[in-house]
C-alpha cells in the first residue's frame, strides 16, 4: 500500500481540485473541494472567503429552493456524524461509565462499575449535545471578515458535537490496550497531551498503556519496542519539551499498521499530528473498520502553524507566539542599535500566517509583516525593498517578520518532498536578507542586516500555561471519546468549547488566514505596511 505519506497525498492538494472519502462504518461520501487559491492581488478563495468555513462548495447549494437553509444543515449534520463503533456491531453492548470523580475510593481489579446510584453525579455530556461553530452574523458580503453561504448572506446554523465523558461506554477499562503516538515534527505541548491521556486512562480503570516510538516509525520497525506508561512515567514529562515518545514523519503502510495493532492486542489508538498525521489515522481508521476490528483512532490536532480547518486554535501556537516575541525583540534591539539597522525574523507558517502575524500584533514591534497568503513584491517601485529604504530614511530602522512559506513565488522551484509528503520550501528569510543587502549596495546607502530564524528553538519549548491547559483538556477529552465508543474523529476548541470532529472535515487543506479579516487589518494597523504590489 506504501508509506503513510503516500495515503495521504491525494486527499491534501491545495493546487486545485480534491477529493476525499470516508469510510464511517458503512457510511461514505464523496466530497469535492473548490480550488483552493487564486492568482490575484491577495490569494483567496474561489467560492468561499475563508477556508476555516466549510469544505463543501456552495455551487451544490440551490438558492432558488426554499428549504435550500433546511437541506444544508441535513446535510452538514449528517458529514459531521461521528463513526461509532455501534455503526460496524449493532449489537455492542454500552455499560456504565467508571470514569466518576466522586469515587473516592481506588480503582480495584474487578470492572467497577459507575458511581454509587445513592450519589448522583450530573458530571456526564449528554450524546445530543451540541457546540454551535460559528457566532458572528454577517450582514452582507462585503463586512470584513464574512464567511456566507449565499449572496444575501443568510444566517445558518451548524452544530458539532460536544466533547466530554458520556455516561455509557463500550469498552470495559480491563480489556483496553491503548496506544499513544507522536508524529510529524516536535512542538510544545506534546509531552502534556500524553500526561493527560495517561492520566485519564487510568482514572477510567486502564492498566496497559503503551507509548509507540517515533512516530508510524514505531509500527514496524523491529528495533523499536513499546515504552511503558504510568502515572507515575508520565508525571513530570511536562515540565520539558520535546516528546516522551519521539517524533518522525512518514512511516509504513496502513495495512502494516493495523496488522500491527492486531498482533499487539490494541484497541485504543490516540495519534498526535497535524494534517498528514490525521490523513494517516482516518486510513488506519478505514482498515480498521474494513476488517471489522474494534478499534477505536483518536485524534489530537497538533500544529505549530495553527491551520486545523474549524478550530478555534491548536496546542503549541500561543507558545510559539509567545516565544517568537524572543527573537523579534532581538532583532528589534540589533536593527534600534545599528546605524540604519534591518532586522528579519523568519517564523514557522508553511501555509498560513497565524504565527508572524500574531507575533507581529503582540510585539508592536515590527514594521513590515509577510505571510503566505499575501502576494507581494520584493523589488519595484511599490516592493518591499522600496519601503523599507522609507522606512530607513524615516525610522532609522526597521524589522520584518516573514513566514516560511512566504514569496515562495519568487524561489526557484524544485520538486523535492519531505517524508510526510510536504514540498520542501526555499529558504524566503535567507533570500530576503540577501536581497535587501544587494538593494542598498546598489543604490549606495549603508544598511547593516541581521537575520534571525528561531524555528527549532521554538518548536522545542515547553508549552506556556495557555497551551498547557488546552493540552490538558484535549487529552482528557480525547479519552473520553474512545470510550465513549467514537471512532476516526479528533478532538478542537470549536468557538471556546470542545467538540468532537470527522477526521476528514478537517483535513481537507490547511486553514489559510483570511486576508479580509480584522484580525489581518488590525495587523495592518499596527506595522503600518502598505500593499507590496
Not at 225 to 236: A, C, D, I, M, Y
Not at 508 to 519: V, Y
Amino acid at each position: 500500500m506504501g508509506t503513510i505519506s503516500h495515503v495521504i497525498t491525494p486527499n491534501i492538494n491545495l493546487h486545485g481540485l480534491t477529493t476525499s472519502t470516508r469510510c464511517s462504518y458503512g457510511y461514505s461520501r464523496l466530497q469535492t473541494l473548490v480550488p483552493s487559491r487564486v492568482t490575484n492581488k491577495v490569494r483567496v478563495f474561489a467560492e468561499l472567503k475563508s477556508q476555516n468555513f466549510t469544505p463543501k462548495s456552495t455551487k451544490a447549494i440551490d438558492f432558488s429552493d426554499p428549504d435550500w437553509k433546511t437541506k444544508f444543515k441535513e446535510d452538514f449534520e449528517a458529514r459531521f456524524r461521528l463513526p461509532h463503533v455501534t455503526d460496524i456491531f449493532p449489537d455492542a453492548a454500552s455499560m456504565p461509565s467508571t470514569f466518576c470523580l466522586k469515587m473516592r475510593t481506588p480503582m480495584i481489579r474487578d470492572f467497577p462499575g459507575n458511581c454509587p446510584s445513592s450519589d448522583e453525579w450530573h458530571g456526564f455530556i449528554n450524546d445530543n449535545d451540541r457546540v454551535l461553530l460559528k457566532t458572528i452574523y454577517y450582514s452582507s458580503p462585503t463586512s470584513a471578515g464574512a464567511e456566507c453561504f449565499d449572496p444575501g448572506c443568510n444566517w445558518v446554523e451548524q452544530w458539532v458535537h460536544r466533547a466530554g465523558p458520556r455516561e455509557k461506554i463500550y469498552f470495559k477499562p480491563e480489556e483496553v490496550k491503548a496506544a499513544i503516538v507522536t508524529c510529524g515534527g516536535l512542538c510544545p505541548g506534546l509531552n502534556d497531551v500524553i500526561r493527560q491521556i495517561v492520566i485519564t486512562l487510568e482514572i477510567y480503570g486502564v492498566t496497559k498503556i503503551v507509548g509507540i516510538p517515533f512516530g508510524y516509525r514505531g509500527f514496524s520497525d523491529k528495533e523499536l519496542t513499546e515504552v511503558p506508561l504510568s502515572r507515575k512515567v508520565v508525571q513530570n514529562i511536562h515540565l520539558s519539551g520535546g516528546s516522551l515518545l519521539g517524533v518522525s514523519r512518514g512511516g509504513p503502510g496502513v495495512g502494516e499498521i493495523v496488522d500491527s495493532l492486531q498482533e499487539r492486542g490494541i484497541n485504543m489508538l490516540f495519534v498526535l499530528g497535524g494534517n498528514g498525521t490525521h490523513a494517516g489515522a482516518n486510513a488506519i481508521h478505514n482498515e480498521c473498520c474494513k476488517r471489522r476490528l474494534k478499534v477505536s483512532v483518536i485524534g489530537v490536532p497538533k500544529t505549530i502553524d495553527n491551520d486545523i480547518l474549524l478550530m478555534d486554535k491548536t496546542f503549541g501556537f500561543d507558545t510559539a507566539v509567545e516565544e517568537a516575541q524572543r527573537a523579534i525583540n532581538s532583532a528589534y534591539i540589533e536593527a534600534h542599535s545599528a546605524y540604519h539597522g534591518i532586522g528579519i525574523v523568519k517564523l514557522m507558517g508553511r501555509s498560513s500566517g497565524f504565527i508572524a502575524m500574531h507575533a507581529s500584533l503582540a510585539s508592536g514591534q515590527i514594521d513590515i509583516c509577510l505571510i503566505p497568503e499575501v502576494a507581494f513584491n520584493l523589488h519595484g517601485p511599490h516592493g518591499v525593498l522600496s519601503h523599507l529604504k522609507y522606512l530607513i530614511e524615516t525610522k532609522g530602522s526597521a524589522v520584518v517578520c516573514v513566514a516560511e512559506g512566504a514569496g515562495q513565488n519568487l524561489l526557484q522551484k524544485t520538486n523535492a518532498t519531505d517524508a510526510s509528503g510536504n514540498v520542501v520550501f526555499g529558504d524566503i528569510g535567507v533570500y530576503i536578507q540577501q536581497e535587501t543587502k544587494k538593494y542598498f549596495k546598489e543604490i549606495g546607502v549603508h544598511a547593516d542586516v541581521k537575520y534571525i530564524d528561531p524555528t527549532y528553538m521554538i518548536r522545542a519549548c515547553r508549552a506556556n500555561a495557555s497551551d498547557g491547559i488546552l493540552c490538558t483538556v484535549l487529552g482528557q477529552n480525547a479519552v473520553h471519546g474512545a470510550f465513549a465508543g467514537y471512532s476516526g474523529i479528533t478532538v478542537g476548541i470549536c468557538n471556546t468549547h470542545y467538540a468532537y470532529l470527522p477526521i476528514p472535515e478537517v483535513i481537507s487543506h490547511p486553514r489559510l488566514l483570511d486576508p479580509n479579516s480584522r484580525m489581518w487589518h488590525r495587523c495592518l494597523t499596527s506595522t503600518g505596511q502598505p500593499d507590496f504590489i
